[in-house]
């Protein structure tokens, strides 16, 4: 049996036309819930997920049997408590974990797509997942969240559709990529394309796979989720299962085995295509491009409620960032609250068990749900 037999999927008839100009319909966007949605459907919340991340955000997830990527924040009287709320995680197109992406197989011709996949953003993204409301028969959401990547999505939902969601809770991201976030996944792209077996994209075709660079591209990302004080703190200068250095290229320090370990698990569960085109899709997020770079003018029909969250060592999307968009919102008299969470464990602090951050959120969705 295929691992992905089991994923839970719907098939998207109504033809959607990605920013690009390629129209594509009759394509699949797999899926996960958890909890349940209430009598009068005023429940439901969904959550956006990161780069590398998928549906299975809580519980375990069956092709990597691990636990989700957000388990610390969805579940029984957690912060998105499923005893009250009815959690949609989908995986966003363009991924490889059952949604319509590079490792979907073309009907006409039998084979992967491969680079041939249309090159897609994160509007697109939304476009597809606000298919799910119809799925369920929700008129509006109780929320919408994520963090990263996620967080993008939260605030292109809420431009793209203001009023179908009560409030909006988008953490440590920013409107638009900056050049140094830009460079870093130009980076991760060209690690891949550099190994021999991406192939011009089509690596699937002769059953090879450019693991090498992709476990590079990993290498290098990983750093930027990081803080200089959590490693520091974490590994400082210390050897790897030695006494002492061996003058030679193997990894003498933990750090090294830390991040050669990192991309070496990463490789067997993401597609290095799909790599590709999600990080461009975050390179090409720019909220206000469209309204002559005034952030306030993309809000302006929004009477969605929001907290937005970031963390003090986060220098992949810094606090500044965040506060951009709480400016822009304050300019509008738009409700919004901020929150700038203490601590030393980077970008990765919105995937951690950090209990401000947790019990922020828990609060505000709680009293948001009474009201």
Request: aromatic share 12%; charged share 20%.
């Amino acid at each position: 049996m295929n691992k992905f037999d089991n994923i839970k999927k719907i098939i998207i008839n109504k033809p959607l036309k990605l920013d690009c100009g390629v129209t594509i319909s009759n394509y699949p966007l797999a899926y996960e819930t958890y909890g349940n949605l209430n009598q009068n459907k005023d429940n439901a919340i969904m959550v956006f997920h990161a780069l590398t991340g998928d549906q299975f955000a809580a519980g375990k997830n069956p092709v990597t049997n691990k636990d989700g990527w957000w388990s610390y924040v969805i579940g029984p009287d957690k912060a998105l408590d499923t005893n009250k709320y009815f959690i949609i995680c989908a995986n966003v197109i363009g991924g490889c974990m059952g949604s319509y992406g590079p490792s979907s197989v073309d009907e006409k011709s039998g084979k992967k797509i491969g680079i041939n996949f249309p090159v897609i953003t994160i509007n697109d993204m939304v476009n597809a997942q606000i298919n799910l409301l119809d799925h369920f028969n929700i008129k509006k959401l109780l929320c919408v969240t994520g963090g990263s990547m996620g967080g993008m999505q939260v605030l292109q939902f809420v431009a793209s559709y203001p009023d179908k969601s009560k409030i909006a809770i988008p953490i440590a991201c920013s409107a638009s990529h900056s050049a140094q976030n830009i460079a870093f996944n130009e980076l991760g792209r060209q690690a891949i394309m550099a190994d021999e077996n991406w192939n011009n994209g089509n690596y699937e075709l002769e059953n090879i796979s450019p693991s090498k660079g992709l476990s590079v591209a990993r290498m290098a990302a990983h750093i930027t989720y990081l803080s200089k004080k959590g490693l520091q703190e974490k590994f400082g200068r210390k050897l790897q299962e030695r006494d002492k250095i061996k003058f030679g290229f193997d990894a003498d320090f933990q750090i090294e085995s830390y991040l050669r370990y990192q991309g070496s698990i990463f490789v067997d569960r993401f597609d290095a295509n799909s790599y590709l085109y999600i990080t461009r899709a975050m390179d090409y997020f720019d909220l206000a491009k469209n309204f002559d770079g005034n952030l306030s003018r993309v809000f302006k029909n929004s009477k969605t409620k929001f907290l937005i969250i970031s963390f003090t060592s986060d220098w992949l999307y810094p606090t500044a960032e965040n506060r951009e968009i709480v400016i822009a919102l304050n300019a509008l008299n738009a409700d919004v609250g901020f929150l700038e969470v203490k601590s030393d464990k980077g970008h990765d602090s919105f995937l951690l068990d950090i209990p401000d951050f947790l019990n922020a959120m828990k609060n505000f969705v709680d009293n948001s749900h009474k009201k």
